[in-house]
């Protein structure tokens, strides 16, 4: 890969994670349903984490003990603002 064509990626990676967090935060001003508010909120930082670990922190290996932490991380704290978003659901 060439080193325009690496720039090129990353900056287009960057700018998806740019466009997710904007829409992740239009999110919370819009207010809608909080269950589906948190799952929007789930599957974008899900999206986002996935999308660092392997173009920014290099996490490709599949055997790496580190990689799968992370992996691993990105799929909990999902699962945890799914179940806030539930939570909350609940008590309204």
């Known amino acids: 890969m060439t080193p325009s064509t690496n720039e090129s990626r990353v900056t287009r990676v960057w700018l998806g994670l740019v466009t997710l967090t904007l829409g992740s935060a ?12 948190a799952l929007a909120v789930a599957l974008i930082v899900a999206v986002k984490g996935f999308l660092v670990i392997r173009h920014y922190m290099g996490l490709t290996e599949p055997g790496s ?12 704290v999902p699962a945890l603002i799914l179940l ?4 909350a659901t609940a008590s309204s």
């Open 65 to 76: 003990r580190l990689r799968q932490v992370m992996r691993l991380y990105f799929v909990v």
């Open 26 to 37: 239009w999110l919370g001003e819009v207010g809608g349903s909080p269950a589906l508010t």
């Open 84 to 87: 806030a978003g539930g939570l």
